[in-house]
C-alpha cells in the first residue's frame, strides 16, 4: 500500500506547475473534506441498520411470546 501511495503522490506532483503551486495541497484537502463526508454518511447508514435489526430482533422476539 506504501509504495501504491508514493507513486499517486509522485503522479500529483508531476501535475503541479508554476501556474497552480497549490495543487497538490488542494487535492490532499479536497481528499479529506469528501473522505469526513463519506465515513459520515456510512455511519449515519450504519446506525439505520443497527435501528432496524433491532426492530427485526424486537418483532421476532414479540411473534415468539405470543406463540406461548
Do not use: W, Y
Not at 11 to 31: I, R, T, Y
Not at 33 to 57: P, V
Amino acid at each position: 500500500m506504501k509504495g501504491f501511495l508514493d507513486a499517486q503522490f509522485q503522479q500529483l506532483q508531476l501535475l503541479q506547475d508554476e501556474s497552480n503551486p497549490d495543487f497538490v495541497a488542494e487535492v490532499v484537502s479536497l481528499f479529506f473534506e469528501d473522505s469526513e463526508r463519506l465515513l459520515t454518511g456510512l455511519e449515519h447508514l450504519n446506525c439505520l441498520l443497527l435501528i432496524k435489526s433491532f426492530e427485526l430482533s424486537f418483532l421476532a422476539m414479540a411473534d415468539a411470546s405470543s406463540s406461548l
